[in-house]
């Protein structure tokens, strides 16, 4: 007997492991491959240690040994073979420490293993950089399989390694972040200002207190500035793309490429002085030859010439003739220079990438149409911002709608009027009519009165007229109306209820459910790249003197204003249905719409639906009742700190659901999603191809804002197919992943259907903002 167990256990400890390991851009890795190791860790075979029960500890391996062949790859992926003697005593590795002991760092996609005597396959998702092991407390890192597990339900091997990630990416809350650290924090916004610069670029600090609410952002740990102890230092213009944000939060290479192209393009309208923050990374040479380009091309931008425009064509020829600038013939030598092939393009030696808009999609087949009433009705409906308009409650035959920006905008008002920024705050009466369409029937225009805000506004109302200065005036009247609600879109429908109150639900899931977490696997997804893009966000567009004050016309008090409305904030009412039943009474998903032809609400219930039903199938997965949601130590936590820490200012409204039953986590993580994917669709990446018509620094900066990176993942889809073992969970999402198909495809049909007048509108623009597939910057859901 004892001879049949020393044979069997001889074979297994002769067996061949074989497996890949993928990494991205590194095609030298084999170089440093010497100075890193490996050891499993078996989810099922227990040993005593200082620190109680844990999983076994297989022997460190140095990678060098198991790597073999790199696999050739079309894309940035490197694939190495892997093949090693397994050891019997792991039993079912659930984890593996990696310990980079050189002084370079990597990045690791995934791991995956095949053969394992009695298991077969187990696939790692890593998705992470791997520093050298001076950067960790514990000198490794930490990567588990792609099982999910309920607290509650991990095995003993892994539990501690669970617990012990968690406490490694909460942090001790002190000290300075770096490039490395992977800690994730919570602090008020009180990084917008420059008070050592001068009043001019001081900000009331966001957050923290009840007179100016706001969500968390993510904690950087800067020193205090030195004119005023309350206000967190600002970083250089040329360390802009380093502002801190958890490592792997950071953009991609590739979405830093498009960071850098589209930066470019930006910088060359206007922001000059901040050229090198988008190029610190190209040679000396190349950033002399581009700012000698951008020179000559802001000389052109900023002349009397170009700032004012003697006819609608010479507004038409940003797009379609382009700024004229020198052809510079040794910009073809540098460019070559650049490895970004969509820089390279940029910098044609003719420049014309530099000095040319796309063409926006509201004039390609019509130049006039944006100037009609039914256009301006349709974009209420399917347009940029079409979460505002609601149906005026004083009227009881539901035909009169409303566009208000008076109450939000009138407390700013006099102060906006002060700087070099003047407007009205708008109220606009639509007219629901027999074909669907809404039609503006009146416009009023508010001023504060000069005896002050008690004594009410000065307001004078316009209504339509097509000739003469009547016609001139009323077409006035709709372009302030349209600034009023620009600028709205973007500090309160775009930037607070689809970044910064995402933001603080980021934080939380990192720092409260571990990656084995069901409920971190559902929502991780869905907040790529979000906290990078609030960090640059916070350094160069709401920032005190930052692009957002340059161009949208609140100035100085846009972030107050958006702050303000932040008092108004439910996280409940984000949800599609119960914001539609707010605005307009609405009856597929439980509403019936008022506006049938309102192609924003139609689309966005389907989607609504197909998330919550995939979320339903999802949950019901992992928690088989109300009590095991509530027993989930871990979900439990996760929605207590957002609440009180990440949402703190709000902390005791009564809306908060109690997180006690499936239905209210069903719920809860539906509208997150919905908020972080769809809604956000619809009101950022219409910006350039609806508003994109326009002089001077808006136009780069909504075409950088509407971009969709080239690795963007679309809703229904993920980064790696196996981002979970379990089968159901997997089956769940091809279900959704159909849904969502069968959605594109209605959603094509009723853009050809022309008794739906608001899907193309005057301007023949159909509305795909909601495709759930990949596709033009128009139509996507991210």
């Not at 910088?267 to 950033?287: A, H, N, R, T, Y």
């Not at 100035?555 to 307009?584: E, G, V």
């Amino acid at each position: 007997m004892e001879d049949v167990d020393r044979r069997k256990r001889v074979k297994i400890e002769d067996s061949k492991v074989k497996g890949s390991l993928v990494l991205i851009n590194s095609h030298s890795f084999s170089a440093i491959a010497d100075k890193v190791y490996l050891q499993f860790i078996s989810a099922d075979r227990c040993e005593s240690t200082v620190r109680g029960l844990s999983g076994k500890v297989g022997k460190e391996r140095n990678l060098k040994n198991l790597v073999g062949t790199l696999i050739p790859s079309t894309n940035s992926d490197s694939t190495f073979e892997l093949e090693f003697n397994w050891e019997d005593e792991i039993g079912v590795p659930g984890a593996f420490l990696i310990i980079n002991r050189h002084n370079k760092e990597f990045y690791l996609k995934t791991l995956t293993l095949t053969q394992i005597p009695d298991v077969g396959r187990v696939h790692f998702v890593c998705n992470s950089w791997v520093y050298p092991e001076e950067h960790y407390t514990n000198r490794y890192r930490v990567f588990f399989s792609n099982q999910t597990y309920l607290p509650g339900e991990t095995p003993e091997g892994l539990r501690h390694y669970r617990d012990e990630e968690l406490v490694e990416l909460r942090g001790t809350g002190s000290g300075k972040r770096e490039e490395w650290d992977r800690v994730y924090d919570y602090d008020v916004y009180n990084d917008l200002s420059e008070p050592d610069k001068g009043s001019e670029l001081v900000r009331p600090i966001f957050g923290g207190s009840i007179d100016r609410p706001y969500p968390r952002r993510c904690r950087t740990g800067r020193p205090s500035s030195n004119s005023d102890p309350s206000m967190e230092s600002r970083i250089g213009i040329l360390q802009s793309l380093k502002i801190y944000v958890p490592r792997d939060e950071r953009f991609s290479e590739l979405k830093m490429e498009d960071v850098y192209a589209y930066g470019i393009k930006l910088v060359s309208q206007g922001l000059l002085p901040g050229f090198k923050s988008v190029m610190d990374k190209i040679s000396d040479e190349i950033v002399g030859t581009l700012e000698h380009i951008l020179h000559h091309k802001f000389e052109s931008i900023s002349s009397n010439k170009f700032n004012e425009f003697s006819s609608f064509k010479e507004v038409l020829n940003l797009y379609e003739g382009g700024l004229a600038i020198p052809k510079l013939s040794f910009l073809e030598s540098v460019r070559e220079k650049i490895p970004s092939e969509f820089i390279r393009e940029l910098l044609r030696s003719d420049g014309e990438h530099l000095s040319k808009f796309p063409v926006p999609q509201v004039i390609k087949e019509d130049n006039d149409a944006w100037r009609t009433d039914e256009e301006f009705g349709r974009e209420l409906l399917a347009g940029i911002c079409p979460v505002v308009i609601q149906r005026l409650q004083a009227m009881k035959n539901n035909r009169l709608f409303i566009l208000d920006h008076h109450d939000p905008l009138m407390p700013y008002l006099r102060g906006i009027n002060e700087t070099p920024t003047k407007t009205y705050a708008t109220r606009t009466i639509l007219f629901l009519q027999n074909n669907g369409t809404l039609k503006p029937i009146a416009i009023e225009l508010s001023l504060p009165h000069p005896a002050g805000d008690a004594a009410g506004a000065i307001s004078t109302v316009h209504t339509p007229a097509s000739n003469g200065a009547k016609g001139t005036i009323w077409l006035l009247a709709k372009a302030y109306a349209n600034v009023n609600d620009s600028g709205y879109h973007q500090l309160v429908c775009h930037w607070l209820h689809t970044h910064a109150t995402i933001e603080p639900f980021i934080i939380a899931t990192n720092r409260q459910l571990s990656v084995l977490h069901p409920i971190h696997k559902l929502l991780h997804p869905h907040f790529r790249d979000t906290m990078n893009i609030n960090a640059l966000s916070r350094q160069t567009l709401i920032s005190a003197g930052g692009l957002l004050e340059k161009t949208v016309f609140p100035d100085k008090y846009s972030l107050a204003m958006s702050c303000n409305m932040y008092k108004k904030w439910d996280f409940t009412k984000q949800a599609l249905p119960a914001d539609l039943i707010d605005r307009t009474p609405t009856a597929p998903h439980g509403v019936r719409l008022l506006l049938e032809d309102y192609p924003f609400a139609v689309d966005g219930l389907e989607i609504w639906s197909a998330i919550r039903s995939w979320v339903k199938d999802y949950v019901f997965v992992y928690y088989k009742n109300d009590e095991e949601v509530q027993n989930d130590n871990e979900l439990i936590n996760w929605w207590e700190e957002v609440r009180t820490k990440g949402h703190g200012d709000l902390k005791n409204e009564p809306w908060w659901p109690k997180m006690h039953t499936r239905d209210e986590l069903i719920q809860s993580c539906t509208i997150i999603i919905w908020v972080a994917s769809a809604l956000h669709a619809a009101v950022n990446f219409g910006q350039y191809p609806y508003g994109g018509l326009q002089s001077i620094l808006g136009i780069s900066l909504i075409e950088v804002l509407s971009r969709h990176s080239a690795d963007e993942v679309y809703l229904g889809e993920r980064d790696t197919p196996e981002w979970t073992a379990d089968k159901q969970a997997l089956e769940a999402f091809d279900k959704f992943g159909a849904n969502l198909r069968d959605i594109e495809k209605n959603i094509e049909a009723m853009n050809l259907d022309e008794k739906l007048i608001n899907r193309t509108g005057p301007a023949q623009m159909p509305y795909t903002l909601l495709y759930p597939s990949s596709g033009m910057v128009l139509r996507v859901v991210v």
